[in-house]
């Protein structure tokens, strides 16, 4: 900013600045309060300064004692939930527990009906083309409808403080990206088969988050722990995840986020079947394609 020129004032809103400035530095004392400030050492001086009786004192606590009461009440009041609130809260919790149960009958008779039909068409093909019955079979091994049995490993993954304590840090809580990180780790070190917390895992499964949820087949997984379990070869497996980088990956999630995590050899491992998928592609048998 240039200076004034010799001779000149200074603007008038400097000039109100400093002049604010000096008020405050040498008078920071309003006026008014200090003449009552004077009056009363004025009074005390005089022997004239009226003190409050034992009964001003007892009203005084009587009403800080009930302004104290209505407050407390009033905010209590404001805590407790509406009964509106309360019903409707209650009509969907209430409606979340029936569409749950529903699912699972649901899911359970098409499990049913998917074990019906491969028992149908396995004693149809039994006698008929037992060729194409093996070939039905080592497809159902491949694609995931069968459950399958063998050795194998299983890598958990635990949120950090493990769900114990309050609510967890949302960065701190396993992620779509830390499962898809071991699956295909997984299927990298030689795994035939793999299912994430029974999830068993296709072609066409997902592993995702829907907000803090996730989600593999689009069902929401429970958590706080996360278990991977793969069919193969164990010591295999073990030797090609060492040469890759998921342990480093694993130990910056324990060291950055606390998330725990594990793997252990099974001798046997049971993973279930995805069922009869949606049929996308067909053609008769022995055309050409």
């Known amino acids: 900013m240039t200076p004034p020129a010799p001779g000149t004032r200074p603007p008038r809103r400097l000039d109100e600045s400093m002049t604010l400035l000096i008020e405050v530095m040498e008078k920071p004392l309003d006026p008014g309060y200090a003449q009552a400030a004077a009056q009363r050492r004025a009074a005390q001086e005089a022997g004239s300064v009226r003190r409050r009786s034992p009964?001003?004192?007892?009203?005084?606590?009587?009403?800080?004692?009930?302004?104290?009461?209505a407050s407390a009440t009033a905010s209590q009041q404001l805590r407790v939930p509406q009964p509106a609130v309360t019903e409707t809260r209650t009509v969907l919790e209430r409606q979340i527990t029936e569409r749950?149960?529903?699912?699972?009958?649901?899911?359970?008779?098409?499990?049913?009906?998917?074990?019906?039909?491969?028992?149908?068409?396995?004693?149809?093909?039994?006698t008929q083309d037992p060729g194409l019955l093996d070939v039905i079979r080592r497809d159902a091994l491949h694609n995931g409808t069968d459950a399958v049995r063998g050795p194998g490993l299983v890598v958990s993954l635990t949120d950090g403080g493990g769900g114990l304590v309050g609510e967890p840090d949302p960065s701190a809580r396993v992620k779509d990206v830390d499962l898809q990180t071991v699956v295909n780790a997984l299927w990298d070190a030689g795994a035939e088969a793999i299912s994430v917390d029974d999830q068993r895992l296709t072609s066409r499964s997902s592993i995702r988050n829907a907000g803090l949820a996730v989600l593999?087949?689009?069902?929401?997984?429970?958590?706080?722990t996360y278990v991977v379990r793969a069919v193969g070869d164990a010591e295999a497996m073990q030797v090609q995840l060492a040469r890759s980088g998921l342990g480093d990956y694993l130990q910056v999630l324990g060291s950055t986020?606390?998330?725990?995590?594990?793997?252990?050899?099974?001798?046997?491992?049971?993973l279930p079947g995805a069922g009869v998928q949606p049929l996308q592609h067909a053609q008769p048998v022995g055309s050409e394609p």
């Open 100 to 126: 749950n149960d529903q699912v699972a009958r649901l899911s359970a008779s098409a499990e049913e009906l998917s074990r019906e039909i491969a028992d149908l068409q396995r004693s149809a093909l039994e």
């Open 216 to 224: 593999v087949n689009l069902v929401p997984l429970p958590g706080p």
């Open 55 to 69: 009964g001003t004192w007892v009203g005084i606590v009587a009403l800080a004692v009930v302004l104290g009461g």
């Open 257 to 270: 986020y606390g998330i725990r995590s594990s793997t252990v050899a099974q001798s046997t491992l049971d």
